[in-house]
């Protein structure tokens, strides 16, 4: 072979290597911009809740739910739900909800833990007595769920908590007198805000879903202000204190709550709007009616 010919194949060899480093060098730049797209896209949109591998394991039997799902056990990460009253109902609610995997709980109160509480506001123990409720509430669910926000609120509801409840996605009306029930169904009326409302009484309990939909009744067009007024004199309220509360009762009622809320998150079933189911436990019945609206009521009525 001649020199010539020698140095050509050289030559050749050399522009070949040359041009698979090129075409290395080209696919390089064009993963590094892909890359630098998929960031920006990240960062442009809030990533969907993601669950670990520890979550996964934790609701696997949610999961396997063909109502909830994966898709519905993010949106369970991804509610914000705000219990008011950490007493009887709120107490049972809580716990399910945070057992359920609801991924930020706010809770409102403004009482501490007496002995009287202990009969039936399972959420609170002995050595808890004199503590803030929302703070013990706070150290159990925590425990019980690791994976959970809980916002804490030591304080009556008032309206100058309406900026709460802008806040939540999901309003749970665990208090126990009318002036916070009838202030929760304004302010959920007012931000348009899906509240499930339950009340008892001895051995039973009543329980509601409000401002889902658009002609169904609020609380008030249920309870008018006037005859609530009219029938307990001088706003005096029959409370636990006086005409005594079967303990398992609050369970029953607070554990439904949580189930609607559940539902209501995921999208699933039919809660409880125009509505209300009342369960008797003395006798173990359960009567569902319905409920219309009032086209006088003074908080959802059209001006
Ligand atoms: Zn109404």
New binding site residues.
């Given amino acids: 072979m001649s020199f010539e010919s020698e140095m050509a194949g050289y030559w050749v060899f050399v522009g070949f290597i040359g041009l698979v480093w090129m075409y290395w060098w080209l696919i390089k730049l064009l993963k590094k911009k892909v890359r630098r797209t998929q960031s920006a896209n990240q960062a442009a949109t809030p990533a969907p809740a993601m669950l670990s591998e520890a979550e996964l394991e934790r609701y696997s039997r949610h999961i396997i739910l063909k109502e909830i799902g994966g898709a519905g056990q993010k949106k369970l990460k991804e509610a914000k739900v705000l219990v008011v009253g950490v007493g009887g109902l709120g107490a049972p609610a809580l716990q399910y909800l945070a057992a359920a995997g609801c991924g930020t709980i706010g809770l409102i109160d403004e009482d501490v833990v007496e002995h009287s509480n202990l009969q039936r506001q399972v959420i609170h123990m002995d050595k808890h007595l004199g503590m803030p409720k929302v703070f013990s509430a706070q150290t159990l669910l925590q425990e019980q769920n690791p994976f959970i926000s809980l916002r804490p609120y030591h304080r009556r509801f008032d309206h100058t908590c309406a900026p709460l409840i802008e806040e939540y996605d999901l309003i749970l009306d665990c208090s126990d007198n009318s002036q916070t029930r009838y202030l929760l ?1 304004q302010l959920c ?1 007012d931000y348009q805000k899906p509240l499930i409302g339950a009340a008892l009484s001895s051995w039973e309990g009543q329980i509601s879903c ?1 401002h889902l939909e658009e002609n169904a ?6 309870f008018p202000k006037a005859i609530q007024t009219g029938s307990s004199q001088a706003g005096e309220e029959f409370s636990c204190s006086q005409i005594g509360i079967a303990s398992p009762i609050t369970g029953v009622l607070g554990s439904m709550m949580a189930l609607e809320a559940v539902k209501i998150i995921v999208g699933v079933g039919a809660p409880l709007s125009s509505q209300m189911l009342i369960y008797n436990g003395l006798h173990g019945t359960v009567l569902q009616v319905k409920t219309k ?2 086209a006088a ?5 059209a001006l």
């Fill in positions: 169904n009326f409000f009744p609020c609380y008030e067009c249920i609206k009032d009521c003074s908080s959802c009525a």
